[in-house]
């Protein structure tokens, strides 16, 4: 009995601990880091995303862009951008989505094992004058999508989300809906840590749960460029680099390293401060809330404790990004709104070659199936600074995404469509300050 007692005590003690060091996350666009390392680590981090990359550093043979900020720089290095790219596949005799086969060099290779289609290659050039590798789409790769570079600022709070946060709000929101919006929770592999699997949050399709992880597969794929956790090039012809390109610096950290650091330690998006006081905005905030948007478009979450391993292990939360509350707008689960490209992300480009080797724990394929049409909650933090919506981009403004809302986000639309065209104007200016 005492025994339970000093362990309830020791437990609200840890408890109150834990609520009196909530706080808010910091946010802005100055640059600057939030706190978890100091302003000129996080500057040189920034210099290495900021980097153009060329030949002789390991770029392509296949690739996108030649810097992580050529899609992420708006408003500055870490945001998203106009840019898109591409993804395509067929499905197979049983309806199942099957990833393309795209040949290259005159048809003497194929590239399989994932669904992006690289924009950008580094021959023919004057050193490999006969050497044709583009990737176009095949006629037979029917199902096409476009995808646009998204938001990183304020990510390494979401990294810092306990899994169990992700999985209690999907039951909860399912229950509070009667099974209509269930968004799923999809674990996915931990690329630097082999067999551990997290809940995936990051990407269109929440292909990673680590910000190294995705660090890694995005200068693999986007830019061509192999490192310790994608050590394999797409293709080797016209390729001279030395490999692995990546290696670590004098510090011991290597690229995908500063990649990581840098998006962990920047700030989340700031609002408009000015609309966001504005009364019309004040009341479409209502509007959101009570039409049902919120149940998605979660407003705030909160992360881990310090000292909390996550990534399977290899990564522990610092005080900087402990106990903090930001605002997403997003529930960063998978949806089915209607919206669904019908693809489902690759195991080979995501995780590796590697990875078909590994047992990783709670992970199941048919879970990665039942993805194939549906999409993450597009949090809406920074919206105002996206001039193009939705997965593809194709929407343009933000009543032609909200009228895009079908599926799970069926009954919010609706009730979008009944509100007064004042309450709808209210709703919109409410978005424009986020
Ligand atoms: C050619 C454009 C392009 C380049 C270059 C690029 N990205 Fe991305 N990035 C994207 C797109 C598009 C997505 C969404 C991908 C998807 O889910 O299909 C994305 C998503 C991400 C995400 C997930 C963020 C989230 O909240 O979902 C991270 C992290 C990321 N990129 C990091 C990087 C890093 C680090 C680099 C440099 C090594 C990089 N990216 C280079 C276009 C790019
Ligand atoms: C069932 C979950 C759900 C509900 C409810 C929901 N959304 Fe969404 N929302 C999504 C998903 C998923 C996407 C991304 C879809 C895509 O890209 O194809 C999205 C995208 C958006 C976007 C585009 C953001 C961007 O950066 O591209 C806006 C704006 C938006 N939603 C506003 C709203 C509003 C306003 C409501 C209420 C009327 C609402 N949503 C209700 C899930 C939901």
């Not at 999985?167 to 099974?179: E, M, P, T, Y």
Request: charged share 20%; with cysteine; proline share 5%.
């Amino acid at each position: 009995m005492r025994r339970l007692f000093v362990a309830a005590a020791a437990l609200t003690i840890v408890f109150a601990c834990y609520a009196a060091h909530l706080s808010e996350a910091p946010t802005g666009f100055d640059n600057k880091s939030n706190g978890m390392v100091d302003d000129t680590t996080h500057q040189a981090d920034q210099g290495k995303f900021d980097e153009v990359e060329q030949i002789a550093d390991g770029l392509g043979p296949l690739y996108n862009a030649q810097s992580c900020r050529e899609c992420h720089q708006n408003p500055t290095s870490g945001g998203a951008s106009q840019v898109s790219e591409l993804r395509v596949g067929h499905n197979g005799p049983h309806g199942e989505f099957q990833n393309p086969e795209i040949p290259i060099a005159h048809g003497t290779e194929v590239i399989k094992g994932r669904s992006l289609v690289n924009d950008r290659a580094i021959c023919p050039s004057g050193a490999f004058p006969d050497s044709e590798i583009q990737e176009r789409v095949p006629d037979t790769e029917n199902i096409r999508t476009l995808r646009m570079s998204v938001n990183l600022l304020g990510d390494g709070f979401v990294e810092a989300v306990a899994d169990q946060t992700f999985l209690d709000l999907s039951r909860d929101q399912c229950k509070a809906s009667h099974g209509k919006i269930c968004g799923q929770a999809l674990y996915v592999p931990i690329v630097e840590a082999p067999e551990h699997t997290g809940i995936g949050r990051f990407g269109w399709k929440d292909q990673h749960a680590s910000l190294l992880s995705f660090s890694g597969d995005a200068y693999l794929n986007e830019m061509g460029i192999t490192n310790r956790l994608q050590p394999d090039e797409v293709t080797k012809i016209c390729n001279a680099a030395s490999e692995p390109n990546d290696t670590p610096g004098q510090d011991g950290l290597a690229d995908v390293d500063h990649f990581a650091r840098f998006i962990r330690a920047t700030k989340a998006p700031a609002r408009d401060t000015q609309l966001a006081q504005a009364p019309q905005a004040i009341k479409g905030s209502g509007l959101f809330d009570k039409i049902g948007c919120a149940a998605c478009h979660v407003a705030a979450l909160t992360t881990a404790a310090a000292g909390t391993k996550i990534n399977g292990g290899t990564f522990t939360i610092p005080d900087a990004l402990a106990a903090k509350t930001f605002y997403p707008y997003g529930d960063f689960l998978l949806h089915d709104v209607g919206t669904g490209d019908g693809i489902v992300m690759a195991m080979q480009e995501h995780y590796g070659r590697n990875m078909y080797q590994v047992q990783w724990r709670n992970f199941s394929p048919s879970t990665f199936t039942q993805t194939a049409n549906k999409m993450r909650t597009a949090p809406l933090w920074g919206v105002r600074l996206r001039p193009r919506l939705m997965h593809d981009g194709t929407s343009l403004t933000l009543r032609d995404a909200i009228e895009r809302h079908r599926g799970e986000a069926s009954e919010a639309e609706k009730k979008f469509d009944k509100l007064k065209h004042q309450e709808q104007e209210e709703l919109i200016q409410f978005l424009k300050s986020l």
